[in-house]
């Protein structure tokens, strides 16, 4: 048996996990970072804290599988997309904190962008709105407000990486600087269309283009490492992809109309729509989802910037519950909502409302309202921001969208799961594989090996799902998602 090592590095945490060729989780581990917040609406990660978290997973990982690492025959790489980072050329130490796509500094010059005219121009490159969720505009902030880090880009002993091309850095002690199509593709400077760099936008955001990482496929090798002497003997690095796509791909939707929501710290729900790059008129960004022995294939995605995250915010911020376990009981606890919605607008709103100065908001509250009502309504906002989105996509794509795949972990919520059937009115196939983003990485590392060198044996391989279908009445439905747009139009 042949076994791949994964490293999925997403907002809150970094985990390892060991992979067999088949898709059996054979054993992980995983390390919480900091989230760091300098002022209201800045987010920010200390990048050497997840250097020195990947190699303690790596090497929990490894201590507990010292007799399988002589068949480990790669390590792949999946990460949050549009977190951004200055690190020196040399030794790839970070430069300054790195800075999260929930961080909103950006919003000033995007806004100023937009009211410039260039939106048109910008999403039919990249297929992104102007956004500070994005990289580019962060990054800009950095050049203007760090005149210190602003000379060395230029002078190239500072580099611009995205969190994938960071570590692939560190790994290969600086051997291999670049990134993938689909982290290129976040950053509001790669023309997804040509698969380049585009030297305009990267004036328009005084960005040096010099700077930035080398583009290759998700399959394809990026140097090999032994994690600084962790693993026994160096592996190839193969199969590095943003960790939305690397879910599509894990769940198989290699055809136009398939379809799949991440449920985690956000969501994000892409629809396969072939190998054209389409505009979306109502709202959804496109999406290059990945490149295939040359070929593109795109997507259509709504960006939900707090999902799971709004659950967090009720255990740390307002002491609501103590533990995960209690989020799923506390919603049956009650028979409805009683008329209560969360608008999770903590860093405004994404698609389809794209409202940068929304706040968030707990609406519909009585001296009847209790916690579980509360808590409940948290959870039924991930349901209907899906809704959101998936009737955005319907609109524009242009295929029938058949279902919905779902992972994430809190896909393990079955409360959650079946109200998103019931309010989607679609079926639900939820994945087993409770890691899907560093399998669709493992999955790009097997092909770009050549263990299983098509998509067609990649779609062969196993794999477990549990079905929801929707059951509520369309009445009911109906009563519910109107309440949640009155709540949102009042957010707005």
Excluded at 205 to 221: G, H, I, M
Excluded at 244 to 256: D, E, M, V
Excluded at 307 to 333: C, F
Excluded at 464 to 480: C, D, G, T
């Amino acid at each position: 048996m042949k076994y791949l090592l994964a490293i999925d590095q997403s907002t809150s945490a970094t985990k390892a996990v060991l992979f067999d060729v088949t898709g059996n989780i054979v054993d992980k581990a995983a390390c919480d970072h900091r989230q760091i917040y300098p002022q209201p609406g800045w987010v920010e990660h200390d990048a050497e804290e997840i250097w020195q978290n990947v190699l303690a997973v790596i090497r929990e990982v490894a201590e507990r599988n010292r007799s399988i690492l002589a068949d480990l025959t790669g390590l792949s790489i999946t990460n949050q997309r549009e977190t951004v980072l200055i690190f020196d050329r040399a030794t790839g130490r970070p430069l300054h904190h790195a800075l999260v796509w929930q961080c909103r500094r950006g919003d000033a010059l995007c806004q100023q962008l937009r009211s410039q005219g260039h939106a048109e121009s910008v999403q039919r490159r990249t297929g992104l709105k102007i956004d500070t969720y994005f990289s580019a505009s962060k990054l800009a902030w950095l050049v203007a407000e760090k005149p210190d880090l602003a000379a060395r880009l230029r002078a190239g002993t500072a580099v611009i990486g995205t969190i994938d091309a960071y570590l692939i850095h560190r790994l290969t002690h600086g051997a291999v600087f670049a990134t993938d199509y689909t982290n290129a593709s976040r950053t509001l400077l790669f023309d997804i269309g040509s698969l380049k760099w585009d030297a305009g936008l990267c004036e328009l955001f005084n960005v040096p283009p010099a700077a930035l990482p080398a583009v290759r496929e998700s399959a394809a090798t990026y140097g090999s490492t032994d994690v600084d002497g962790i693993l026994p003997a160096p592996v190839p690095i193969a199969g590095v992809m943003g960790d939305s796509q690397a879910s599509l791909f894990a769940q198989r939707c290699f055809q136009p109309g398939t379809a799949k929501a991440t449920f985690g710290t956000g969501t994000s729900v892409l629809l396969n729509i072939g190998d054209t790059c389409k505009t979306s008129a109502t709202g959804a960004v496109t999406a290059l989802a990945w490149v295939w022995q040359g070929r593109p294939t795109y997507a259509f995605e709504g960006l939900i910037n707090f999902s799971a995250a709004s659950l967090s915010w009720l255990k740390n911020q307002l002491g609501l519950i103590h533990d995960n376990a209690e989020i799923e009981p506390l919603a049956r606890a009650v028979t409805d909502n009683g008329g209560v919605y969360l608008v999770p607008a903590f860093s405004g709103l994404s698609a389809p409302y794209w409202s940068p100065d929304a706040r968030a908001a707990i609406i519909g509250l009585t001296a009847f309202s209790q916690k579980e009502h509360i808590v409940r309504a948290a959870q039924e906002a991930i349901a209907y921001q899906i809704r959101d989105v998936l009737d955005m996509m319907r609109a524009d794509a242009g295929v029938t969208l058949q279902n919905l795949h779902a992972d994430g972990g809190p896909t393990r919520n079955s409360f959650l799961m079946q109200f998103t059937a019931d309010i989607t009115g679609t079926d639900l196939c939820v994945s087993e594989v409770a890691e899907s983003s560093a399998w669709g990485a493992a999955m790009m590392g097997l092909a770009g090996l050549g263990l299983c060198p098509s998509l067609e044996q990649l779609a062969a391989l196993p794999r477990e799902q549990k079905n929801y279908h929707p059951q509520m009445p369309a009445s009911q439905v109906q009563a519910y998602y109107a309440g949640w747009q009155q709540a949102v139009k009042r957010v707005l």
